[in-house]
């Protein structure tokens, strides 16, 4: 089993729904949590990083870390076709000093007009 | 403008050959990062740098050498070059090991043949 789960997809939604993507993991010990999206044959950016549980938004984004289940969530509202990406989910802790993440495999997102 | 730049976008390599990719990166980042990103592994981590000078093994460092030299350039050397590192390479950086989010670059896509 891998640290980080995430279902590839792909996740295709109308214009203007709202976008749930999960990620589940198995180590407790994870304390940051990012949400990167990735457009086709660019790098990841990243869109939403939070500490310990919790929501966080910023404009039509919403990330949620459940630690008791070891599941966190990023929402999207009123979706775009502009919105249709792969997006990572990424997780990390203290390793001997280093916080170097662990990356989901990534869900694939198609926004259809 | 502030970013990673890496070299060359895409290559064609025959098996054998040595290549270094090239990432530098002009925000000051002290951390520094190599990964692989292939269909249905997700980003696995090659190599890593906390500052300049020091380098260390990441998930799938086998086959591969890095050095840090200064701040800015976090080369990426293929001794011999093999079809399985046939990948695409992301350069990413952030402010120091304690992980708040990478800046990651625009790949360079590698066909070993």
């Known amino acids: 089993q891998k640290e980080v789960e995430q279902d590839p997809g792909p996740l295709s939604v109308p214009e203007g729904a709202i976008v749930s993507l999960n990620c589940t993991y198995s180590?407790?010990?994870?304390?940051?949590f990012m949400w990167y999206r990735q457009y086709s044959r660019k790098g990841p950016e990243l869109l939403m990083y939070?500490?310990?549980?919790g929501n966080k938004e910023d404009g039509r984004f919403t990330a949620q870390v459940d630690k008791s289940s070891k599941y966190i969530s990023l929402f999207i509202r009123d979706s775009q076709p502009s919105d249709s990406a792969t997006y990572l989910c990424a997780m990390s802790r203290d390793t001997g000093g280093s916080y170097i993440p662990t990356f989901g495999r990534g869900t694939s997102l198609i926004v259809h007009p | 403008i502030a970013g990673i730049t890496q070299a060359p976008t895409s290559q064609i390599l025959a098996a054998g050959r040595r290549m270094t990719l090239r990432c530098t990166q002009d925000?000051?980042?002290?951390?520094m990062y190599w990964y692989r990103q292939d269909l249905g592994l997700g980003l696995r981590l090659i190599h890593y740098?906390?500052?300049?000078?020091?380098?260390g093994k990441g998930e799938v460092p086998d086959g591969y050498s890095v050095s840090r030299a200064n701040t800015d350039d976090f080369p990426l050397t293929l001794a011999s070059a093999v079809p399985s590192q046939t990948s695409v390479y992301f350069c990413?950086?952030?402010?120091?090991?304690?992980?708040?989010?990478?800046?990651f670059g625009s790949g360079t896509r590698l066909t070993v043949v």
């Open positions: 990413a950086s952030s402010p120091d090991r304690m992980n708040y989010g990478y800046t």
């Open positions: 939070t500490y310990s549980s």
């Open positions: 925000m000051r980042h002290n951390a």
């Open positions: 180590n407790s010990a994870f304390q940051y």
């Open positions: 740098s906390n500052t300049a000078g020091t380098t």
